[in-house]
């Protein structure tokens, strides 16, 4: 059984429920699982121990990449959580009729690369709804599953 932490940020509620669904599937495969609102975590060591991160971020702007303000904090500590030292992968919420679609999802990943966590899967990324894309997600936390 490995431990996976999922870390998202998320104003209307579209990628809390990415984070909530990928959550339940994985936990049904057997691991456990603990969901955790960007806002309300330490960065400081909040990777360590773990055997897989997801990070989860809508993303907003439409002249620039603007991440969800609740994930800023994290994202400028990505060091700090000790990211750089294990596995990790990303998904986030975004509207494809914008310039940078799921950008906040792009950056997180190239930091997390930078640092030297080893990316396990392809980003997801969802354009709208993602109660539309429930196949989609349950794919992608398949993917996921598969490279504890």
């Known amino acids: 059984m490995a431990n996976v932490l999922i870390v ?5 509620g579209n990628t809390s ?3 909530e669904t990928v959550g339940r599937d ?3 495969a057997g691991h456990a699982v603990e969901i955790r609102d960007a ?3 330490e960065a400081e060591g909040l990777c360590e121990g773990r ?3 997801l990070f989860g971020c809508s993303t907003w702007g439409d002249d620039e990449i603007e991440l969800q303000d609740d994930f800023i904090h ?6 700090a959580t000790g990211a750089g030292k294990g596995r990790a992968a990303c998904f986030g919420c975004g509207d494809s ?3 940078y679609f799921c950008g906040a999802v792009d950056a997180i990943e190239e930091r997390l690369s930078s640092l030297g966590a080893d990316i ?3 980003s997801l990324k969802i354009d709208g709804d993602p109660r539309t894309m429930r196949d989609d997600i349950s794919a992608w936390a398949s993917r996921v599953t598969a490279a504890l």
Request: glycine share 6%.
């Open 8 to 12: 998202y940020g998320s104003t209307t």
């Open 17 to 19: 429920w990415v984070a």
């Open 26 to 28: 994985i936990a049904e």
């Open 39 to 41: 806002g309300q975590v």
């Open 51 to 53: 055997d897989l991160v």
């Open 74 to 79: 994290l994202y400028e500590s990505l060091d």
């Open 97 to 99: 009729s914008y310039t």
């Open 120 to 122: 396990v899967a392809d």
